[in-house]
T-cell receptor, first 112, second 114 residues
């Protein structure tokens, strides 16, 4: 158990819908990262937050957004969902940028 | 730009064999970090090791060992006397010093057969 929690574990929804994925980092970790893992794209970095502020953006679509709250938990919002958004979404946390990241169990999103 | 290459897509070995997973990275930064993660069939990503660019000392942890060679931009991972429980996808990753971009390789799927 890495100490990073993600909810829900599984999510099934339809195209065009909007969903919110939630992540709680390890106690003491200030950085939160979001990744998407799909069969054809591998593990892709989406976005990083540090102590509530966005720090880096990767291959995140404009339909996706995220935020980190004062209690350091983070949410990833996915809107106007498409079939291709079906993937495993991981959250990771670290004490600070550059430190090893510890990953949550992931949320498996299926868009029908 | 940073890049991580894991040329071996899949490897199959028989239990107790040694196996080496290759990782080649590209970066222009002089300060960077290299990682290995394991993703077993259950799906979670498990941190194995972190190495910074100034420390080329090889590391051994039980049956696992890592060979970092800056001259060839490689950070290879060897499992000695492999076990069925080692079956997983292994990812090599690169983080440059500003910590803003964590690049994963495509992964190597290791199957250890009994």
């Amino acid at each position: 158990d890495s100490g990073v929690t993600q909810t829900p574990k599984h999510l099934i929804t339809a195209t065009g819908q909007r969903v919110t994925l939630r992540c709680s980092p390890r106690s003491g970790d200030l950085s939160v990262y979001w990744y998407q893992q799909s069969l054809d794209q591998g593990l892709q970095f989406l976005i990083q937050y540090y102590n509530g502020e966005e720090r880096a953006k990767g291959n995140i679509l404009e339909r996706f957004s995220a935020q980190q709250f004062p209690d350091l938990h983070s949410e990833l919002n996915l809107s106007s969902l498409e079939l291709g958004d079906s993937a495993l979404y991981f959250c990771a946390s670290s004490v600070s940028p550059g430190d090893e990241q510890f990953f949550g169990p992931g949320t498996r999103l299926t868009v029908l | 730009a940073q890049k991580v290459t894991q040329a071996q897509t899949e490897i199959s070995v028989v239990e107790k064999e040694d196996v080496t997973l290759d990782c080649v990275y590209e970066t222009r930064d002089t300060t960077y970090y290299l990682f290995w993660y394991k993703q077993p069939p259950s799906g979670e990503l498990v941190f194995l090791i972190r190495r910074n660019s100034f420390d080329e000392q090889n590391e051994i942890s039980g049956r696992y060992s890592w060979n970092f060679q800056k001259s060839t931009s490689s950070f290879n991972f060897t499992i000695t006397a492999s076990q069925v429980v080692d079956s997983a996808v292994y990812f090599c990753a690169l983080l440059v010093k500003d910590g803003q971009n964590f690049v994963f390789g495509p992964g190597t799927r290791l199957s250890v057969l009994p």
